[in-house]
Structures are given as C-alpha cells and as structure tokens.
C-alpha cells in the first residue's frame, strides 16, 4: 500500500525560507516520478517541481514561478522527498501536495497523470 505523508508548512514572512517533507512507503523511487503541487481556494492544482524516477533518467524539473528558489531532492535512505523553499513570496501561499506516478516527459507537469497523493500541507507568506 502506498503512503505519501507531507509535513513541514507554516507561516513565513516574505524572503523567508521553509522545506517541505514527503516521507513516501510501498514504492521505489526507481519506478515513482516525485513531485509537488500546490493549490490555492478556487483555483486548480498548479505544477511546482518534479523529481523524475531513477529509471527515467532522475531529472529535477520546475515551474518558471519558483525556478531558481524552490529545489526538490530526495533522500533514498529516509524514502523522503523535500522541497527546499527560499525567497519565499505571498503568491507562494497555498496548500502543498506531493505527489507519485509514473507520468511521461511530456505529461509530468499534469496532475492528473500522478496516482498517490500526499494530504497537503499548508503553507503561508506574508508580507
């Protein structure tokens, strides 16, 4: 049975850093494409960054919105993924989900291609 449980958000102010957690059992990372969401009331789950399978070449990819302040890894020891957050901005604020599937290139962003959803976690900026 796959598990995916997301810790880490909070209140922040603005320029502030924050690193999310996904501590993920019942899959291999060498199969499971990793990723993050966000989600904000009223609007549709946006793409954050993904972290592609080991098989699938282990690539990092990120939205333009965070590229160059958001960094997604992995720690295969602890089966945990993280999404180390910096510079943080008030547009930032959201609801946080990881994610696992087994999506191709061209469809990693899509939220509908992942199978396993974390339960969110929330995270808030100020300004």
């Known amino acids: 049975q796959v598990q995916l449980v997301d810790a880490g958000g909070g209140l922040v102010q603005a320029g502030g850093s924050l690193k999310l957690s996904c501590a993920a059992s019942g899959l291999s990372y060498n199969d499971y494409s990793m990723a993050w969401f966000r989600q904000t009331p009223g609007k549709e789950r946006e793409f954050v960054a993904a972290l592609r399978s080991r098989s699938s070449g282990g690539r990092t990819y990120y939205a333009d919105s965070v590229k160059d302040r958001f960094t997604i890894s992995r720690d295969n020891a602890k089966n945990t993924v993280y999404l180390q957050m910096n510079n943080l901005k008030p547009e930032d604020t959201a609801v946080y989900y990881c994610?696992?599937?087994?999506?191709?290139?061209?469809?990693?962003?899509?939220?509908?291609?992942?199978?396993?959803w974390g339960q969110g976690t929330q995270v808030t900026v100020s300004s």
């Open positions: 994610a696992a599937g087994r999506p191709i290139l061209s469809a990693l962003t899509s939220s509908s291609m992942y199978e396993y």
